[in-house]
């Protein structure tokens, strides 16, 4: 699209101003095709200086998140888009439509959330202009005690794409946790609904948000610890549609057939905790000791207690002890 090819353009040359002359000739398309192009480009909320004898100038590199932004990386066939300024949680939004009747498929994008939440009741930080922040609904024929493989193919795909568009490692702490660099850089939230009478799940909606760039004055103290950034800078046009659509595009292809793609190895061969010594949190119970042994297949930790006795563990969280 021309408007695509102009963006491109400013963003690669956003030193300085280009002119509509230039613009066109480089392009092969008519100065009025590059002012049609601004100024769809202005109504999408990206912020382009014009000046007389100077031209056009993108300012700041601005990364604007937009449902015609993110469609356009979108390949996973049955995928549908909407997308909201603002809202509460895409997750609660979501589950409500699911309880409606709708179709799996349906992804649900908001370029700022005002009660976004993570595991356990936990609120997620979820400013604008930084972050990506989405939900798929899902419809898989999957009895409910193997819903934690959803959450699995869910880190995956975010550490897939992430790697991908930042040419970074990325690691997973278990079970839903995204690290770069040793901090959280996305966590992920699945809930689902149960159909009694099959004992399988009637559907799924996996909520994942990302912290693409550090927010304008950084993280909240309380979180500087531990919160961290994909991208030190906006590295990308368009960066955070594309972090939306290749998570959307694999979480999709991973979870949105008959059956689950097996994304085991995967996940495991970016563990943050094998080999670790740990602190097992479960609720309304002292932290435990433990060290991490294994994965087992159904992404139960093996883990063995400071009585020398080993366990599987299916719930809770573990918090890993400092390396050195």
Request: overall charge neutral.
């Amino acid at each position: 699209m021309t408007k695509d090819q102009v963006l491109d353009f400013l963003w690669s040359h956003a030193d300085r101003s280009v002119s509509g002359e230039e613009l066109a000739a480089r392009l092969s398309i008519t100065r009025t095709a590059v002012w049609k192009a601004v100024e769809q480009l202005r109504a999408e909320g990206y912020l382009i200086e014009s000046a007389p004898r100077r031209g056009y100038r993108l300012l700041s590199k601005s990364d604007v998140l937009s449902a015609p932004g993110i469609e356009k990386y979108l390949d996973g066939p049955g995928l549908r888009l909407r997308y909201e300024e603002e809202l509460g949680s895409t997750n609660t939004v979501l589950k409500e439509l699911a309880n409606r009747g709708e179709a799996a498929g349906l992804a649900l994008a908001a370029g700022r959330q005002t009660a976004g939440r993570g595991r356990m009741g936990r609120s997620f930080y979820s400013p604008e202009d930084t972050g990506v922040y989405l939900s798929l609904l899902l419809r898989p024929r999957l009895p409910a005690a193997e819903a934690v493989k959803i959450t699995a193919c869910a880190a995956v795909a975010v550490a897939e794409t992430l790697e991908e568009l930042s040419g970074r490692p990325t690691r997973i702490k278990w079970v839903n946790d995204v690290f770069m660099a040793g901090k959280k850089v996305c966590g992920i939230l699945t809930e689902a609904s149960l159909d009694c009478e099959s004992g399988q799940l009637s559907y799924a909606v996996v909520g994942v948000g990302v912290n693409a760039l550090v927010p304008a004055g950084g993280f909240p103290a309380e979180l500087r610890e531990l919160a961290g950034a994909v991208f030190p800078e906006r590295e990308l046009p368009e960066l955070r549609c594309r972090v939306a659509a290749g998570i959307l595009n694999r979480l999709w292809r991973y979870c949105g057939g008959a059956s689950l793609a097996d994304c085991f190895e995967a996940y495991r061969a970016r563990s943050l905790v094998l080999g670790r010594e740990a602190e097992l949190l479960s609720p309304g119970r002292e932290p435990e000791p433990v060290r991490v042994l294994d994965l087992e297949p159904d992404y139960a930790l093996r883990v063995r207690l400071a009585d020398g006795s080993e366990r599987s563990v299916h719930s809770g969280e573990v918090r890993v002890r400092p390396l050195g």
